[in-house]
């Protein structure tokens, strides 16, 4: 059971949007920084978003963060097919002085 | 460019012991943390330890506490994990990556396999 709460899975059509939302805690999500990671099939994972909001160069600007409270949301629109894969929330835990990932999306592009 | 580099995955049976090391270059090995993080078959991601720049922090997850431990050696730009009592599900492909208070640069992973 992960400390930070994502849907297992979510799809849309090409060229929809998605939210992807990860749910945690006031020792976790609510007083850190938020990153989101992507990991394409096969591939080593690859840091979407970081600081809650802010896209690494080369990142393009389909893909968006978010967070209130204790809560994140990875925002994508425009869906390829390519953006087909599994995304993961992940931030500090305080009060178990451990960094914590979300269980995971799977996103179908339909 | 920014490189990392695991090697030292293999299969080795249950209650033996494995080195993990993480090359790496392109940047300031010795300005930044390290992380190890691991993926079981099928799995999310786990992270497993994060050492600081200066090796003088270490962290660990529960599951690995006391069995695993992290270290770096600057001046060779080397990241390891000794792990040690080996179960099966220690079973996973283990991944390096530098923190910047957040994983941002990612190696390609070495997997272990334990089995008898």
């Known amino acids: 059971q992960s400390v930070l709460t994502q849907s297992p899975s979510v799809s849309a059509a090409p060229g929809q949007k998605v939210t992807i939302s990860c749910s945690g805690s006031?020792?976790?999500?609510?007083?850190?920084?938020v990153s989101w990671y992507q990991q394409l099939p096969g591939t080593a994972p690859k840091l979407l978003i970081y600081d809650n909001n802010r896209r690494p160069s080369g990142i393009p600007d389909r893909f968006s963060g978010s967070k209130s409270g204790t809560s994140a949301a990875l925002g994508i629109t425009g869906l390829q097919t390519g953006d087909e894969g599994d995304y993961y929330c992940?931030?500090?835990?305080?009060?178990?002085?451990?960094?914590?990932f979300g269980g995971g999306t799977r996103l179908t592009v339909l | 460019q920014v490189q990392l580099v695991e090697s030292g995955g293999g299969v080795v049976q249950p209650g033996r012991s494995l080195r993990l090391s993480c090359a790496v270059s392109?940047?300031?090995?010795?300005?930044?943390?390290m992380f190890w993080v691991r993926q079981a078959p099928g799995k999310g991601l786990e992270w497993v330890a994060l050492i600081s720049d200066d090796g003088s922090s270490k962290y660990y997850a529960d599951s690995v506490k006391g069995r695993f431990a992290v270290s770096r050696d600057n001046s060779k730009n080397t990241l390891y994990l000794q792990m040690n009592r080996l179960r099966s599900d220690d079973t996973a492909v283990y991944f390096c990556?530098?923190?910047?208070?957040?994983?941002?640069?990612w190696g390609q992973g070495t997997t272990v396999t334990v089995s008898s």
């Open positions: 392109g940047f300031s090995f010795s300005s930044f943390g």
């Open positions: 006031t020792s976790n999500i609510e007083n850190n920084y």
């Open positions: 990556a530098r923190d910047s208070n957040a994983l941002d640069v």
């Open positions: 992940g931030t500090w835990d305080h009060s178990l002085s451990a960094w914590v």
